[in-house]
């Protein structure tokens, strides 16, 4: 007998939002229904569910946060999450198989119409400005041209969940989502990175 | 007068309903047909005080139909969002996760249950004595010590705000004053109608007035404060039937209160800019300003508590 609409999300949204707000802001677009890859500042092991948890409802089923298999991949209540709740991408960080390539199960999740959620860091930077970016999102953005990227920074949580931390301390932080980052014909791995990651960096002010 | 505490409690909020539907209506009525910029400003002060009434008044009914447990939770879950913001507004080191972590997940819980369950011994110094003593402790485990007393004392004085004090409304609803058993939630009604209204008389005579502006809060004046301070004082006063109070006690408290709740507001306006004052980013309209609606709370509601059972429970 859902009364309040609290009720119609599930329990790991609104858990999130109680615990750290989580509250999204839509500086330079719109939450619309393109195929998107969201990438963003990577402070802690709460991001994955924050940035997912600030979209709304519609997006969120068609939206898959890319994280690595090495932590989320496993039994228990946190593999569950992983699998029923986030839908997500596992990436093979250790590289068990040398010869995989480890952004093929993401391209066959932007061949199935998904939005991505990715952290290009590739590891967690607990300071306010993000560090350098993996080329991954670079090979991603060429071979799919149709797909907006939008840059993602996510505020204050470095404070909230420190490494190390098993619990985070409740706090207030907002998801702001900056403009489409434009595709340059011809440009090179490194100043689209660099361009990627001062878009991120821009938003944090 | 030999009205039951349902009765009562229907009467004084039946004409609260109507009161604020009434401001509801005026409020809306004036913003339609106001192109003047500084009145909209004051309007919107307005509004957002009517908003709260609404939605104070909604809580306490659920939580009066529900009983004093629902009450406590209620006030809990204010106790964690004030902290929230405290916390957010505050720079905090990860050496602070510790005592932090146990502010959230251990005080205030241990606090609720100590109120719900009426062991005013133990939760009238918990926070106070023994979190006074032991938070620190888990800070120096650390061996941080740069900036050590500035950051115990942030942590300290966010739970004494946003937890030990607020947590002194609903026990109010637990004291049992003689003749005036079982009635405690009507007191808890009759506390917080004085420092709420005081806080939207003095918004509404400083708009209409003017004036010398207060430098803690620029949307009141000197003048509205005393006009709205006395209006609430009188209103507390010719209430006094549904308190254990007579008369001139009534008039005694409800001055107690708007006294206090006036300094609380100031003392948690000099506690946020000392903190910085940061622009909350708009749509964060839940948690934003929990700290300010209850600010008139923090400082009246412990002493409101105390002169009552000093005075009035033997």
Redesign the interface.
């Known amino acids: 007998m859902p009364i309040f609409p609290v009720r119609f999300l599930p329990p790991i949204v609104w858990l999130v939002r109680l615990l750290v ?1 989580a ?3 839509w500086i330079g677009c719109a939450p619309t229904a393109t195929q998107r890859i969201y990438f963003a500042n990577h402070t802690s092991h709460m991001d994955t569910v924050v940035l997912w948890a600030a979209l709304p409802g519609e997006l969120r089923a068609n939206t898959r946060p890319v994280a690595a298999k090495d932590y989320w991949d496993r039994g228990g209540i946190r593999g569950q999450i992983a699998r029923d709740e986030l839908n997500v991408v596992m990436v093979d960080r250790a590289r068990d198989d040398p010869n995989a390539d480890p952004l093929d199960p993401l391209r066959e999740a932007l061949e199935n119409g998904f939005s991505l959620i990715i952290f290009p860091e590739g590891t967690r930077t ?1 300071q306010p400005l993000p560090g350098q970016f993996r080329s991954g999102l670079f090979h991603l953005a060429m071979e799919s041209p149709g797909v907006e990227l939008i840059p993602v920074y996510i505020e ?1 949580l470095h ?1 909230s969940m ?2 190390g ?1 098993l ?1 985070p ?6 998801v702001r989502f900056g403009a489409p980052l434009a595709r340059i014909e011809g440009e090179e791995k490194e100043s689209f990175l660099q361009r990627a990651r001062d878009a991120v960096a821009g938003l944090a002010g | 007068m030999n009205l039951t505490l349902q009765q009562t409690f229907f009467a004084v909020f039946g004409g609260l309903v109507l009161l604020v539907a009434a401001a509801s209506l005026l409020a809306y009525w004036l913003a339609t047909h106001t192109a003047d910029a500084v009145k909209t400003t004051w309007l919107n002060q307005l509004n957002s005080r009517i908003q709260a009434g609404w939605l104070i008044g909604l809580l306490f009914a659920v939580g009066f139909a529900l009983g004093e447990t629902a009450l406590s939770v209620i006030f809990a879950l204010a106790s ?1 969002f004030a ?3 405290f ?2 507004l505050t ?2 080191k ?1 050496a602070d ?1 510790t005592a ?2 146990i502010a ?2 251990v005080v205030i819980p241990v606090q609720y249950v100590l109120v719900a369950g009426g062991w005013y011994q133990f939760y009238a110094v918990f926070i106070p004595v023994y979190l006074f003593l032991v938070l620190p402790m888990v800070m120096a485990w650390r061996l941080d010590t740069e900036l050590y007393l500035q950051r115990v004392a942030k942590v300290q004085w966010g739970l004494m705000l946003s937890v030990f004090c607020v947590s002194h409304a609903p026990a109010i609803a637990t004291l049992e004053p003689p003749g005036y058993e079982g009635r405690g939630p009507l007191l808890l009604l009759y506390y917080l109608l004085v420092v709420q209204l005081s806080d939207v008389f003095a918004v509404m005579a400083s708009a209409s007035l003017g004036r010398t502006p207060l430098l803690s809060n620029p949307n009141k004046s000197r003048e509205g404060v005393l006009i709205g301070g006395t209006a609430a004082t009188l209103l507390g006063t010719a209430l006094w039937w549904m308190t254990p109070f007579s008369w001139w006690q009534a008039l005694l408290m409800a001055t107690a209160t708007v006294v206090t709740g006036f300094l609380g507001g100031m003392v948690l306006s000099s506690v946020k800019r000392s903190l910085g004052e940061r622009q ?5 309209a839940l ?2 300003g929990v700290l300010e609606r209850l600010e008139g709370l923090t400082f009246s509601a412990p002493v409101f508590f105390h002169l009552t059972v000093y005075f009035f429970v033997p």
């Not at chain 1, 301390?169 to 907002?174: A, D, N, Q, S, Y």
């Open positions: 707000g509250y999204p802001r607990p204050n404070r420190p490494k931390a619990l301390v409740p706090t207030i932080c907002t | 964690f902290l929230r913001e916390v957010a720079p905090i990860p996760h932090l972590i959230f997940y909350w980013d708009q749509g964060v948690s934003r």
